[in-house]
């Protein structure tokens, strides 16, 4: 079967391979694995992810809870603050069924929260959102402490935890290793969780680590979970932070050559609304050069995209018997993954041979709120 | 009603009087008007423009002529080159009930197209696609001529038109302005027709315009239609081209202030799953500063994306009650409201308070192939 493109492709092997990886880091450090599907955002992926000894899952959205809830993970962390009624409402439905914890980083939220637990009759287990230097939500770790007092005065929720996404190597100018940002990741959220425990409240969880910090952030005394997402599939941006090899990255976009009109140009059927657009923070080699490279010619990259196309660059001294030809259709692997995935609405499974086995539906896709 | 964030909001006053004026300017230039719907990948926006008098519509992938032909829209120019069979035997089975223009940049898939006409005993209407400066597809000027004379050569297909995409502004530098990009595409074309018709190919429709273009390009003799996408919803882009003002933007992306965990900081519940990261090619003004803009708020800019978080940084001087607040909600201007539109399933029509009156289904959204 010849699969219209573009389309994604993933590995079957590949992707088994990097979540039995993660799962056997897990295991030797004593961490518990609690996956962020914002990757792969398809519920097959994250039972194989529990099949391998995940205790649950992480998403950032309700709706993203809620497909995955009904496609049976009952064990979700909502790690990102619910600061409106209507998806406060809608994560405690969830909690009819499910264990959901919360996630909380200002006092606002954690009242709105509090209140509707109130009203149902119900406690709710939440952790608090730190900030170790991404800048975005999360308390900084000076003012964790008064933060959770007050969250403690509150009925309803049981404040059982911290959690960080410290990010890949970001220091300012992105020259940090990523073990050195695992281990600085650990240390300070391991050592806050003592203050905090110090200071009467009961901080059982300390989940920390991307997928390129959870290696090292996993072997830090106090951690008790990682929380990686993209390890499943890698991309060009893992590659370049060290986390993974080329060959371990087990998706690809399937494109078509539908144009070579000079004699250096190629143009393939995806453009930006096939490829993730996403720039790469930091100095080189983060800043990667092109949207994607082709598989097994890392010579070829994606230089430009417009919507529907992608142009395809040829160094002048290239062999002209090497230079795809109109109809050919290569596998391009993506600069971030994450965001790539999210434009689409199915991926297929393949094997070895790039021959697609089963086709999965990419059911979190669009679930926005 | 309080819609969940983060989501699209379509000003209708807006997206009709953009609708209203593009109609015009196709009927004070005697200029035939066929949209690309790339913009909006909406039925019901796709009949708005062919109430107000478009000849028919503009697609890049035979999936959105699939969806916009089953809600009733017959008359589609799929302006990208097909050059594989699965593709080409589904435009020609849309062919049965409606009329498909095809789009032709080479010989192999000229050769493909005529083959397939022949098995099937059709004859099918085709553009020639020209590069006037975007480097992508289409052949350049001085090679038309050789291509058109090869599939004249060719069973089954009515080679009756020439198209391009000339893009905005964009002279290697980023500065010729619209107006002077507008004409020289017109003129480059309307040129270009006529030394075909010399040679003895048929040419009828010479089809050109962006929204950036459209304006002066069908001021040219010759130029008998135009194809803008962008004018119905506009943004930051096209602002920035010169092409509309703010005001004219009727697209925003709706999101909740969720987190203000620093005096200076402000996170919404929108990242780039939620707003398109694209980068506007060329130097200032073309490269806008921030990802969005806060509509009534202009020095409110979204500075940083990642996937679900949006931050605006404050100045230092400003006054702490503008500064919004956890569960505020703001209206967003995106940079580039295609690839914004795509990262989303429907979108809201609201009134010119904001209040929606009506969900619409962004039906071909996905429909990548």
Known sequence: MELATPCLLVDETKLKENIRRMAELSQKTRTALRPHVKTHKTAEIAHMQMAAGAVGITVAKVSEAEVMAAAGIGDIF??????????IERALDLCERNCIVFALDSVEGARMLSQATIRRGKRVEARLEIDTGMRRTGVPPAQAARLAQAIRDLAGIDLRGIFTFRGAMIDGKGTLDRRTAGLDEGRTMAGLAEQLRAGGTDIVEVSVGSTPTAESAATVTGVTEVRPGTYVFNDRMQVAYGACSIDDCALSVLVTVVSTPSSGR?????????????????????????????????DLLLDRLSEEHGVIELAKDASPAKKPRIGDRLRIIPNHVCTTVNLHSRLWLVDALGKPTRELSIAARGMVT
């Not at 909502?78 to 998806?87: C, F």
């Not at 996403?278 to 080699?285: E, F, K, Q, R, W």
């Open 78 to 87: 909502v790690a990102y603050p619910l600061v409106t009624e209507e998806k």
């Open 266 to 298: 190629i143009v393939v059927d995806g453009g930006s609304k096939t490829f993730s657009t996403d720039a790469v923070p930091g100095s080189p080699p983060l800043c990667l050069r092109g949207h994607g490279e082709v598989l097994g010619s890392p």
